[in-house]
């Protein structure tokens, strides 16, 4: 009895070592705001006025040195540009 319960013992503490020094892997969400914002001014520069997000679609409002506003909407999966106007 006395060597079943060690040997559990012993599992447990190896198990719970291991799981402190595993790294932790996070499911990927995609790009994040900023890479978002990133991803837009550098097709369409100007100020970031807003962002948004719904579902797998960021929507970055800009503001160019001329005055005109544009809406880019960027896949929040890939950062890839969906569109800009």
Known sequence: MK???FSLLQALTLA???SFNA???AASDGINKQQAVNAAQQAYPGRVLSVKRKDNVYQVKT???????RV???DARN???ISGS
Do not use: R
Request: proline share 5%; aromatic share 4%; glycine share 10%.
């Open 63 to 69: 503001l160019s040195d001329s005055g005109e506003v």
């Open 3 to 5: 060597t079943t319960f």
């Open 72 to 74: 880019i909407l960027i």
């Open 23 to 25: 790294p932790v892997l």
């Open 16 to 18: 719970s070592l291991l």
């Open 79 to 81: 950062g890839k540009i």
